[in-house]
């Protein structure tokens, strides 16, 4: 009676272990590098990686039915770690190239980048793209790509500044008629400054636009499907947006 007892509880055991791991959710490895603020980064107070593409992958990981876990590791490595099967995406503000797709395939585009301007919400009408600046005042970052686009500008009169912060001030004390810089650190800063977003304004306009998506393995094909997939009936939900409004205000 009491081996019988053994043997039921024995099998209750087992059947229960065999339920439990017929339930487990695979981990999805994400390699990221951690130091391309808004997209990604290491919060100082929670030590977690933050950021959009920290958010959103993490939302569309879990919606294709997985546990995510970042890894931290040098962008360069990323794309032979994915390759070697050393992680399963990328994630990391990785702009989309031919040079690229050759090795890894990429997720429907989630962000567009590219040079754009930030100008006085007063001057919206006025300046629609980089050459109706002609002849004006524009502030830029040393070695940035918009102060190479303002020095392309006819007759504009470009000051160049160390930081993102100058160029921001000397716009908002109307010292500059724009800020040429990456769409998305003017949109983080327009996020992050609210004295700043009830005055300035970034037009539609880019210049060297780059899709921005998420990269997996060369011919993983049903991991591909399973991202898309998630990405689109998030985007549809509305949720997309709700992580989009959270790191950026345009």
């Known amino acids: 009676m009491q081996f019988k007892k053994f043997v039921v509880c024995a099998c209750a055991a087992a059947c229960g272990l065999a339920a439990t791991s017929s339930f487990a959710r695979d981990i999805l490895r ?61 994630a990391a503000g990785v ?15 989630y962000y567009v980048s590219g040079v754009s301007m930030l100008i006085h919400k007063a001057d919206a009408g006025k300046y629609k793209t980089f050459a109706d600046l002609k002849g004006k005042k524009i502030a830029v970052q040393i070695g940035n790509t918009g102060a190479g686009k303002a020095k392309a500008v006819p007759g504009a009169l470009v000051s160049a500044f160390n930081t993102t912060s100058e160029a921001f001030m000397d716009l908002l004390s109307k010292n500059a ?18 004295k700043a977003a009830k ?35 998030l985007k549809a939900s509305g949720e997309v947006d709700k992580i989009y409004k959270k790191w950026f205000q345009e």
């Not at 031919?98 to 429907?108: C, G, I």
């Not at 769409?183 to 800063?189: K, N």
């Open 30 to 90: 994400v390699g990221t590098e951690p130091t391309f603020a808004p997209f990604e980064f290491l919060d100082t107070d929670t030590k977690e990686f933050s950021g959009f593409d920290m958010d959103l992958i993490r939302a569309v990981g879990t919606k294709a039915g997985y546990d995510v876990k970042i890894l931290n590791m040098g962008f360069d490595a990323l794309i032979p770690a994915v390759m070697t099967g050393t992680i399963d995406v990328i």
């Open 95 to 109: 702009s989309i190239t031919p040079e690229r797709a050759n090795r890894v395939d990429f997720t429907t585009p």
């Open 177 to 194: 008629d724009a800020v040429f810089l990456d769409r998305p650190v003017l949109a983080y800063y327009l996020k992050n400054q609210e």
């Open 199 to 233: 005055v300035l304004t970034i037009p539609p306009y880019i210049d060297d636009a780059e899709n921005y998506g998420f990269a997996v393995k060369k011919g993983n094909k049903a991991l591909l499907e399973k991202l898309n997939k998630a990405y689109a009936d």
